[in-house]
């Protein structure tokens, strides 16, 4: 039986940074990240770190955890739209020709 435990990353925290990748990064380089820190901090000989390591590595690789700890941690004073990842794709503008025949048909 598999036992749900409480991350002990606190809300101010950012999972990401303790890993050390950037907030675009997707699910294996976040496991590379997490497989790195765990050989540079091995339970045995930190078990402080372990822990925070594996437990933002746990939050990161579900992603409703990941959206819920991204909803809980944000600055409530801030903007909605800082919650949401950068957009890379640009809209461009095609002009009213396609509306203006969607018009015409009707």
Request: with cysteine; glycine share 4%.
């Amino acid at each position: 039986m598999k036992t749900e435990r409480q991350a002990s990353i606190r809300l101010d925290e950012d999972p990401r940074e303790i890993l050390g990748v950037p907030p675009d990064a997707g699910d294996q380089r976040i496991r590379e990240a997490y497989l790195c820190k765990v050989k540079e901090n091995p339970p045995d000989r930190a078990p402080a770190a372990f822990e925070r390591i594996r437990d933002a590595y746990e939050v990161l690789r579900d992603p409703r955890r990941r959206a819920l700890h991204m909803f809980l941690s944000a600055d409530p004073h801030a903007p909605l739209l800082s919650l949401l990842p950068a957009s890379k794709r640009e809209r461009k503008f095609t002009g009213p020709g396609p509306w203006l025949a969607v018009l015409r048909e009707k």
